[in-house]
């Protein structure tokens, strides 16, 4: 490749080498070759800042990569886009505001500074003809803010309700299934790395308060004040409340609720503990997931749940914002070059390799004997069975036969399926249907 060739780089300078800001790195790096392949330009994280620098860290970058001094990455004529991953209200919002007087745009997951300061920065960033990037502000790896500001843009959304905070979740969630107390859940949260260093965050809604003001922003173009709303925790919530909850057909969830009324244009925000029924998938949304329920006045309820936190869910969000900004930077408009693979390296998978369990029902003559004749037939093609169950069909000499199958093929259960139809004594076509597995493995 001659050098006028050689593609485009855009340097990415990270502010803050914590859990995000690591995992940002990480990823970045890994799929340096998927990036140029997408967008036609190198993406490449060069340089970091930390308050130590003597701080172990799992992800290891070249020692001259790492700083202490954040404005001297803001202040690099070499780096093109900033992540702020530092957390924190002042000193985030200072270099950030360097950062768009630079003409860099940045990308975020700070969901306090832009509850606080938002819409401050965003009409900074506009003056400055840079981008602001937060997607992995509200929800950590869902893609909310997309999801909001562009895919139901047609709609007006008189309800968005739902779980923006993963570790009160965990909380209650063990709470509920295991009996166990709130104080000793939170120990358990607090080893495993759930709960912020300001637990208040965690326990006393205020992150949950935190996003649900962003999302009534983005949904209702409104900046609601966050001492102007309700903002409830789970500390009083008991064992005792949970049960009752239960027999009530409702699960105790604490959730962020904005409710907008397009008769009197009344909006309302909270975040409190409420009692949810169980037949809404926010009831069912348990551990560290979060779900968001939102309501279009053209669609309808769309509900998104996944991992709401955590350093690679997080860091994927941050991602998705970095390649917004370099496309809209690189004129990449009619969206991002669809991954064209060779047939060498993805080819589609043979019966025999798309591996599954599989129901069975057959109608057979009511005979003895003839369970057995199925069985041996199923087995002579490395069929086994998990679950069998027969019953007489009223007023005919024939029987229904019920089976599930353990993990095989489709290959095996073609050839299986085809053997039983020229058995003697089965009666009709079999009925075949899939048992679908979430969490099948593929096979080598
Ligand atoms: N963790 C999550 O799952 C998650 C999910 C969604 C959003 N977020 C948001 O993402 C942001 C980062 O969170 P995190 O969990 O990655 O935090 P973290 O693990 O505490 O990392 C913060 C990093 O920033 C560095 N830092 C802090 N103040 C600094 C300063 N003044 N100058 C230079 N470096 C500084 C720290 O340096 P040292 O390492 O030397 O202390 C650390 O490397 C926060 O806004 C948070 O709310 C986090």
Redesign the pocket.
Known sequence: MNVENKPKIVNVGI???????QGTWKHLEENSQFWEKILGVQVKPKRA????IQ?ERKIKIAENALT?D?ESIVNDPDIDLICE????IE?AKELTLRAFENGKSVVT????LICEHGEELFEAAEKAGVHYGFE??VA?GIPIIKVLRESMVANEFPLIYGILNGTSNYILTRMESEGVSFEDVLKDARELGYVEADEALDLDGVDAAHKAVILAYLAHGIWVNLDDITVEGIRRISIEDLQAARKLGCKIKLIGVIRRNFKNDHISVGVYPALVPIAEIIARTDGVYNGISLTGSVVGTVVLTGRG???DP?AGSVISDVVDVVKAQNGISAGIKLRHVSPEECKPAKPVEIGGSFYIRLTVDDKPGQLAKVADCLAEHQVSLATVSQSPQSGSPTASIILTTHETNEHSINLAIQSLEQLHGVNEKPVLFRVFDPNLTPKE
Do not use: D, Y
């Open positions: 502010l803050g080498f914590g859990t995000v800001g800042s930390v308050r130590s701080k202490t954040s991953l530092i957390g924190g000193e997951a700070n969901k306090a992995a502000s950590g936190a955590g350093q997080t």
